[in-house]
């Protein structure tokens, strides 16, 4: 699996922020307050299991939304030890943290059988189909119910404005090269919502779902959306290189960074929270 960097995840920290769905990750919150499980009672502290959790990310979401995140154990889980590292240095002092690092494309082999909500932010479009049916399977299996709240999952749907003629074609090769195997097998990207609703529903979850799309603009924007519409551009002109004559790719590569300042730009993605059927109250 390709990693990350400290840079990039604190660069689009502010936009995952602002698009999270308040309502949903409120709803999380509320399931995981009243879960009741065998589990809570004994370690006093729901424990929450965040997937591919770099620098804490998920963490301070919930703290973002008036969350009191130390009321609750966390168990951040990826496969990059640095990252984990960050996190420890960030949040080790006033959490009950633990860190571990693990080969993520193994569902079947990462330390769920305690946890009582799964979390994961801009994961599952990594990933394949096969992956979540695994790792659904794993938790659906487990003696006491898990829910599952995944944000920011990529749909496949970008605007930006002002237009230019080569944005359709630039954004349909952009979602073709999300589907390439990210180390997880053949990756859902525009899909992975689908994936996910069908697969947790066929486990006996009660699926909801939000909008949680990047809001980004230059003048009216902040800094920080410059600078992510920055890294934006050249991050998609990167992955669509092959696939576009490079006239025309350096055509689109200009203007857009000729409007950076003054345009703007909508990145799609989903939130998703599954609940237990017989406990979705």
């Known amino acids: 699996m390709a990693g990350f960097s400290v840079d990039w995840l604190d660069l689009r920290e502010a936009a995952d922020l602002r698009a999270r769905d308040v309502a949903l990750l409120a709803r999380a919150q509320q399931w ?86 799964l979390t994961a932010s801009a994961l599952f479009d990594l990933v394949s189909a096969e992956f979540i049916e695994s790792l659904v399977a794993s938790i659906a299996s487990q003696t006491h119910p898990i829910a599952v709240y995944t944000a920011l999952n990529y749909d496949g749907i970008t605007r930006w404005t002002p237009a230019h003629k080569l944005d359709m074609t630039v954004l349909q090769a952009f979602n073709q090269d999300q589907r390439r195997d990210k180390g997880f097998g053949p990756a859902l990207g525009p899909h992975a919502s689908a994936c996910l609703t069908q697969v947790l529903t066929a486990a006996g979850y009660t699926v909801l779902s939000a909008s949680s799309p990047w809001l980004l603009r230059g003048n009216h924007g902040t800094a920080g959306d ?56």
Not at 270 to 275: G, Q, R
């Open 226 to 281: 410059t600078q992510l519409m920055t890294e934006l551009i050249h991050g998609i002109a990167n992955a669509v290189q092959s696939s576009i004559e490079q006239a025309e790719l350096q055509e689109w590569i200009n203007f857009r960074l000729a409007n950076v300042h003054t345009g703007s730009c909508s990145v799609g993605h989903m939130d998703l929270l599954a609940l237990p059927q017989h406990v979705s109250r």
């Open 32 to 117: 995981l307050d009243q879960s009741s499980s065998e589990q809570s009672r004994d370690r006093q502290q729901p424990m929450i299991a965040d997937l591919g959790s770099g620098t804490g990310s998920t963490l301070r979401a919930f703290a973002a939304g008036g969350i009191e995140t130390g009321r609750y154990a966390w168990r951040l889980i990826d496969h990059d030890a640095d990252l984990l590292s960050v996190a420890s240095e960030r949040y080790g002092a006033g959490h009950s943290l633990e860190t571990r690092v693990a080969d993520l494309a193994q569902p079947e082999h990462l330390s769920l059988s305690d946890i009582n909500l």
